[in-house]
Every structure is written in C-alpha cells, then in structure tokens.
C-alpha cells in the first residue's frame, strides 16, 4: 500500500507540518490585536523585512509547475529552460528599479487600483474580475492538480483525492491568518523547498555518477550529465530545417531558440514579475528601500532555482535513455517523481515535504491576492461601500474559501484538461494569451502620460485576440511559410507558431495600436499619477546587488551559451 514511502519518510513530513503550523500560528497571535485591520491583514503593512519579502516572493512562484514541470522541461530541452529563471532575475531587478517605486509612489495597494488611478473604473473593474477568473481556474487549479498528482504517485498512486483536500485545507489554514503569516511562513517554506530541492539535485547526480562507474560522486556526475547529453547542456534550440526530427521542431516550439529573447521570454516574465497582484502584493506595504531589497534577494535566489527544478530533469533524461529508468509515468512530467524513487528513506520525506511547501505556500499566495482583489475592487467599492475593517476581514477570508472550493471542484477530475496538456506549458501558454494586453497596458500606463483609458481597454482586449489569432489560426489562415517562417508542422497534423513568436507579435500590434488609439483621443490628466526622478535613485548597496546579479547572470549564460 505504501510501496513508495516508508515510516520514516511520513515521519519527516509530520515535523514539517508541525513546525510551519506552530510557526504560522505564533505569528498570527502576535498580530491577533490587529485582527480586523484590513491593510494589515491583506497587506502586512510596514512589517516585512526584506527577507521576508524576498523569501516569499519565491515561495509563492516556486511551486509544482516548477517542480514537475520545469523538470519535465528539463528532461524534455534541457538547460535552455533556465531562461525562465535567469531571465526572472533580470526583470526583478527592472520590477525593483522602475515599477515598484511607481506603486509605492502613488499608494498602489492592487493591480485594479493602479488601473482606476491611472486610467478609469471602468478598467479596474474588467481587469478585476479577469484576474479573479484567471487566478482561480488557471493558476490555482494547475498547483493544485499538479502538486497532488505528484504527490499521489509518491504516496501509492490511491489518494489523489484526499491529498487534493488535505493541500488544500493546509493552504487555507495558513491564508486565513492574512498577508504577514503568508509571508513569514514562507520563510520556512522556502528554506524546506530549497534544502529539500538541493538534496534531490545531489542524489540525482551522485545516481547518475554511480550507474556510470564513477562512484558516490555529484561532480562526476554532472560531466557525466554533460558528456551523455550535451544538447542539453546548451541555452539555445536551433532553429529546425527541412531535415529536422519532429522531436527537434516540438523543442523549437516550446522554446524557438534566439527569437525567444526578443520578446515572449521578457514579457512573461516582467508581466508576472511587474504586474501580477499574486507577486507584488509582498512588497506594496513596504517601504521603498526595503520592498527592493527584498525584490533583489528573491532575484538573487532565482539564480539557484535552475540547480534545484531543471537538473533532476536532466539526470532524468540521461538515465532513461541509458535504460536505468525503465517508465515516466505521466510522461515528461514524471522525471521529478522517477528521480525521487532513487531518495533513501527519510530524505525521500524531506522532498515530499519540499515539494509540499512548494505547492501550499504558492496556493496560500495566490488566495490571499484573490481575496485582496475582490474584497478591496470590487466588494468593498460596488457591493457593500459601507464595510468597516472587520468586514472586509471577514469577506476577505469567505473569498479565500470560495476560491479554494472552486479549485478544488475544477480539479476533482481534472475539469480543465491540465494534465492533457502539460502542467508547466499549460500555465505558460494560456497565461501568455493574455500576458501581451496586460503588459502594454501597464508599461505604457506607467511611463507614457498619453496613453488613454480607451486605448488601455482596446489594449488589454486586442492583445488576447491577437494571441488567440497567431496561436490558433494564423498557420492555418496564412500558410506554414508565413509569418517569417515561423510556423512549424505540430505533429498533429497541423502547423503551429511557438507562442514566445506568438507574444511578441501580439504585443508589438498591441503597443502600436493604443499609440494610435492615445493619440486620436483626449490627453489624460498629467497629475492622475505621479511621477519624479528621485524615486528612480539607488542606493549603493542597491546597486552592488544588482551588479552581482548581472554579472553572476552574464557568466553562467557565457558558460553555456
């Protein structure tokens, strides 16, 4: 019945769930007196330090789409999926130097609320409900399906459903008790996942070193890793020719080499990093210099994520093809769990309960910011103005479980077809439908005073039209030699255009677009948000962070370029 996990792997686990909860509690009764103080409860306003702050913003991101998903990547492309994380760092470091002392500048508590004080109520309010929509049945169910599979097949493969429930009910307990406990449990969360992730990478490597002849040794087996697969080891995918495999053009459209660089990769990432409630929530009731460097130590910790999600992929991939693994079940997405069965007992424990952080501490995130978001633009504003402090408390906390009903609901039996998909494409490429839209709406909200509220709404709206046309139909209208012979035969009988492609075109239409839309309608009011030069200004120690970063970024590309 417990083929996969022993005593004392369980064992493990139940001293992580105790520590976290005790801790979450402890933290919870220290802010008991400010119980029904709504910036406090949905925002920990003025009490994160910069690790905390940091830390969370990793927990929150790092979770099974990264665990089982970039590991699936990485058995299935190899290195060049780092990008994501590497690419996150330098655009922690724009998000810290340009947007957030925007936000902090102009008392932005919400994405909605930066889209009523730059634009109109009108657009605060579609985004609002779009976001809540979105949060709910494409990022909360995906970590909720994929967490529970991964650890369902650990756990025996009969307890789907009640691991579903039991993450579920364990993120809830942590979210009730607001933003501050979220954040300061991520703290621990965060050591367990990185710890946990770290010994998972190292007894891959040594496995691989030892079916290799090489003995108990993880640097002998990264050469191995690198002798076996070298085309894994390199951060670019060629571009396919007419003799290409269908392998080669499936890698081509999952990441299209230098082309991804250009636009898909940037925008993912500053949207999510720039504009995503679920993220800057950590650092809105931060002070200025404070909220950076937090943002910069998570940039510096993004450096490590790659090591801990991507390289079990890899030895993965290396000991399948050498037929030291016989099965991937569920495909790609199976290596992270297939690298765990090689775990002795206990430390197997210790991955679960990693990979367990991972999963609970981005579903407490993400709930905390859809009960922000509805409680703060849309309840408190067009159902109950009235609502005092507790009130919205107590709707913040009926919000955060409904959303997690909701989640569970849609995933019970995999509703949305996540595992059809792939958990880490699915999340990618259904979020970059809407990604391009967002991101023009936001950047040239931010830095150009011309842009209008129509133009933001045609832009937001235009930029998910676009992408749905360049990722659905564009091959088939226009023929698979168009488009800059982007589009490549999908192996289904069709041709598709990798959706990096995808973003950029929509959002360089979408950028054009509401430049013209701007400029035919009535210039906005200069004073609707603020902006100077000294809230762009860095401190020293500011800058020498953002040196190490992109130094230390400039090197590893360098190395495997």
């Given at each position: 019945m417990?083929?996969?996990?022993?005593?004392?792997?369980?064992?493990?686990?139940?001293?992580?769930?105790?520590?976290?909860?005790?801790?979450?509690?402890?933290?919870?009764?220290?802010?008991?007196?400010?119980?029904?103080?709504?910036?406090?409860?949905?925002?920990?306003?003025?009490t994160?330090?910069?690790?905390?702050?940091?830390?969370?913003l990793?927990?929150?991101?790092?979770?099974?789409?990264?665990?089982?998903?970039?590991?699936?990547?990485?058995?299935?492309?190899?290195?060049?999926?780092?990008?994501?994380?590497?690419?996150?760092?330098?655009?922690?470091?724009?998000?810290?130097?340009?947007?957030?002392?925007?936000?902090?500048?102009?008392?932005i508590?919400?994405?909605?609320?930066?889209l009523?004080?730059?634009?109109?109520?009108?657009t605060?309010?579609?985004?609002?409900v779009?976001?809540?929509?979105?949060?709910?049945?494409?990022?909360?169910?995906?970590?909720?399906?994929?967490?529970?599979?991964?650890?369902?097949?650990?756990?025996?493969?009969?307890?789907?459903?009640?691991?579903m429930?039991?993450?579920?009910?364990?993120?809830?307990?942590?979210?009730?008790?607001?933003?501050?406990?979220?954040?300061?449990?991520?703290?621990?969360?965060?050591?367990?996942?990185?710890?946990?992730?770290?010994?998972?990478?190292?007894?891959?490597?040594?496995?691989?070193?030892?079916?290799?002849?090489?003995?108990?040794?993880?640097?002998?087996?990264?050469?191995?890793?690198?002798?076996?697969?070298?085309?894994?080891?390199?951060?670019?995918?060629?571009?396919?020719?007419?003799?290409?495999?269908?392998?080669?053009?499936?890698?081509?459209?999952?990441?299209?080499?230098?082309?991804?660089?250009?636009?898909?990769?940037?925008?993912?990432?500053?949207?999510?990093?720039?504009?995503?409630?679920?993220?800057?929530?950590?650092?809105?009731?931060?002070?200025?210099?404070?909220?950076?460097?937090?943002?910069?130590?998570?940039?510096?910790?993004?450096?490590?994520?790659?090591?801990?999600?991507?390289?079990?992929?890899?030895?993965?991939?290396?000991?399948?093809?050498?037929?030291?693994l016989?099965?991937?079940?569920?495909?790609?997405?199976?290596?992270?769990?297939?690298?765990?069965?090689?775990?002795?007992?206990?430390?197997?424990?210790?991955?679960?309960?990693?990979?367990?952080?991972?999963?609970?501490?981005?579903?407490?995130?993400?709930?905390?910011?859809?009960?922000?978001?509805?409680?703060?633009?849309?309840?408190?504003?067009?159902?109950?103005?009235?609502?005092?402090?507790?009130?919205?408390?107590?709707?913040?906390?009926?919000?955060?479980?409904?959303?997690?009903?909701?989640?569970?609901?849609?995933?019970?039996?995999?509703?949305?077809?996540?595992?059809?998909?792939?958990?880490?494409?699915?999340?990618?490429?259904?979020?970059?439908?809407?990604?391009?839209?967002?991101?023009?709406?936001?950047?040239?909200?931010?830095?150009?005073?011309?842009?209008?509220?129509?133009?933001?709404?045609?832009?937001?709206?235009?930029?998910?039209?676009?992408?749905?046309?360049?990722?659905?139909?564009?091959?088939?209208?226009?023929?698979?030699?168009?488009?800059?012979?982007?589009?490549?035969?999908?192996?289904?009988?069709?041709?598709?255009?990798?959706?990096?492609?995808?973003?950029?075109?929509?959002?360089?239409?979408?950028?054009?677009?509401?430049?013209?839309?701007?400029?035919?309608?009535?210039?906005?009011?200069?004073?609707?948000?603020?902006?100077?030069?000294?809230?762009?200004?860095?401190?020293p120690?500011?800058?020498?962070?953002?040196?190490?970063?992109?130094?230390?970024?400039?090197?590893?590309?360098?190395k495997?370029?």
């Amino acid at each position: 019945m417990n083929q996969h996990l022993a005593f004392a792997d369980y064992a493990v686990f139940i001293i992580y769930f105790i520590v976290v909860s005790t801790y979450g509690y402890t933290v919870y009764r220290k802010r008991e007196k400010n119980e029904h103080d709504a910036k406090a409860y949905f925002l920990a306003e003025g009490t994160l330090t910069w690790w905390a702050i940091g830390a969370s913003l990793i927990a929150s991101n790092i979770s099974a789409e990264q665990f089982i998903g970039m590991s699936g990547e990485g058995f299935f492309l190899g290195i060049a999926v780092a990008a994501y994380e590497w690419i996150a760092a330098i655009s922690l470091i724009v998000v810290a130097v340009w947007f957030i002392p925007v936000y902090l500048k102009n008392k932005i508590y919400t994405m909605p609320q930066f889209l009523k004080t730059r634009y109109n109520e009108s657009t605060a309010l579609i985004m609002a409900v779009f976001w809540l929509f979105l949060y709910v049945f494409v990022n909360l169910t995906s970590i909720l399906y994929l967490g529970a599979v991964a650890i369902n097949g650990l756990a025996g493969g009969e307890y789907l459903h009640a691991i579903m429930i039991g993450l579920a009910v364990f993120a809830l307990v942590i979210s009730l008790g607001g933003m501050k406990v979220v954040a300061y449990t991520d703290v621990i969360q965060v050591a367990v996942l990185i710890i946990g992730g770290l010994v998972t990478s190292y007894i891959a490597l040594t496995t691989v070193g030892e079916y290799f002849g090489f003995g108990h040794d993880a640097i002998a087996g990264f050469k191995v890793l690198m002798r076996e697969a070298p085309e894994h080891f390199k951060m670019i995918i060629p571009k396919p020719t007419a003799a290409s495999s269908q392998n080669d053009i499936n890698k081509y459209l999952t990441f299209p080499g230098i082309l991804s660089y250009l636009a898909g990769i940037w925008i993912i990432n500053l949207n999510y990093w720039g504009c995503n409630q679920y993220i800057t929530q950590r650092a809105l009731g931060a002070d200025l210099q404070t909220a950076r460097t937090g943002i910069l130590f998570a940039g510096i910790l993004k450096l490590f994520m790659p090591l801990i999600v991507m390289l079990p992929g890899i030895a993965a991939y290396v000991l399948y093809e050498n037929g030291h693994l016989p099965q991937l079940v569920g495909g790609k997405d199976g290596a992270y769990s297939a690298v765990l069965t090689f775990l002795p007992t206990g430390l197997k424990g210790l991955s679960v309960a990693a990979l367990t952080a991972a999963i609970v501490a981005s579903l407490a995130g993400k709930v905390n910011s859809i009960s922000t978001i509805y409680t703060l633009d849309v309840h408190k504003k067009y159902i109950q103005k009235d609502a005092s402090d507790r009130g919205q408390v107590n709707i913040g906390r009926y919000a955060v479980f409904a959303a997690m009903l909701l989640a569970v609901l849609f995933t019970w039996n995999d509703v949305l077809g996540i595992g059809g998909v792939g958990g880490f494409t699915y999340i990618q490429k259904y979020t970059g439908f809407i990604s391009p839209g967002v991101f023009a709406m936001f950047f040239l909200g931010m830095f150009w005073k011309r842009t209008t509220g129509t133009a933001a709404i045609v832009g937001v709206i235009s930029g998910f039209l676009l992408s749905v046309l360049f990722n659905e139909f564009a091959p088939a209208l226009f023929g698979n030699e168009t488009l800059l012979y982007t589009a490549y035969a999908n192996g289904k009988g069709g041709f598709e255009i990798p959706f990096h492609i995808c973003m950029g075109l929509s959002f360089v239409i979408t950028i054009l677009l509401m430049i013209v839309i701007s400029f035919a309608g009535p210039k906005v009011n200069p004073k609707a948000f603020e902006l100077d030069t000294e809230m762009f200004k860095l401190k020293p120690q500011t800058t020498v962070l953002i040196v190490i970063l992109v130094l230390t970024i400039f090197a590893l590309y360098a190395k495997f370029w």
